[in-house]
């Protein structure tokens, strides 16, 4: 149980185009989703908290306007990064949280390489 | 406010030998605790996690973790170190009640040599 898939594996694209990844909880349903961007050899940069029906709730220092996200179902959300350029090429990452709010547990996707030419 | 110390970016090991990676931790209220496992170009595997009953938590693949509350500690272990235990391992912290988001170490890329 609790298995995240993540859609496209592995992207290419050109620079000032726009790629849409998405986020699926398999086996159960999730309310929140979270987004994250890994940098080689780093750690998990939380990028932004994805509610179902809600706005999603972005960090500090990322913008909202370049990389959209949408949670329009109990098992799905987007993330688009919008008018890409080379410094978006990373490793991005979703998680879905299952339980109530005395689980707390990610259940983490297969993760996203974006790279921008 | 919550953070994450792991101590030691690569640690390594001789198969069969005594894996301990180690990981403490900062938290205003009771946290949540966990392991995530990553191998190359791959998403988290949730090892373990710490939910506040038992302080010595069992895993997958041999692993367990003990909560230390008095030393902020949850260092993770494993008896015998297996080729394909080599990957990089993140700690991660949330507050305990409620929901929170998670705090990430830094990592630790655990190698080992046959």
């Known amino acids: 149980g609790a298995v995240v898939s993540q859609h496209p594996s592995r992207v290419i694209c050109k620079s000032g185009t726009s790629v849409k990844i998405e986020c699926r909880s398999l086996?159960?349903?999730?309310?929140?989703m979270f987004w994250y961007r890994q940098f080689p050899k780093q750690s998990l940069m939380l990028m932004a908290t994805?509610?179902?029906?809600?706005?999603?709730?972005?960090e500090q220092g990322v913008e909202k306007d370049k990389f959209l996200i949408n949670h329009a179902s109990l098992t799905l959300s987007t993330l688009t990064v919008t008018s890409a350029h080379p410094e978006d090429s990373s490793f991005y990452i979703c998680?879905?949280?299952?339980?109530?709010?005395?689980?707390?547990?990610?259940?983490f996707g297969p993760g996203t390489r974006l790279t921008v030419l | 406010a919550q953070s994450v110390t792991q101590l030691g970016s690569h640690v390594s090991v001789s198969e069969g030998a005594l894996v301990l990676l180690r990981c403490n931790y900062s938290s205003s209220v009771p946290p949540y605790l966990f392991w995530y496992v990553q191998y190359p170009n791959q998403g988290l595997q949730l090892l373990l996690k710490y939910t506040s009953a038992a302080t010595l938590v069992k895993g997958i693949n041999g692993f367990e973790a003990e909560f230390k509350k008095s030393e902020t500690s949850f260092h993770l272990t494993k008896p015998s170190a297996h080729m394909s235990d080599a990957a990089e391992y993140f700690c991660?912290?949330?507050?305990?009640?409620?929901?929170?988001?998670?705090?990430f170490g830094k990592g630790t890329m655990l190698l080992v040599s046959p």
């Open positions: 991660a912290v949330s507050e305990g009640s409620g929901y929170s988001t998670l705090t």
């Open positions: 998680s879905a949280r299952q339980g109530a709010a005395g689980e707390n547990t990610q259940y």
């Open positions: 994805s509610n179902e029906g809600s706005k999603a709730t972005y």
């Open positions: 086996d159960f349903q999730a309310t929140t």
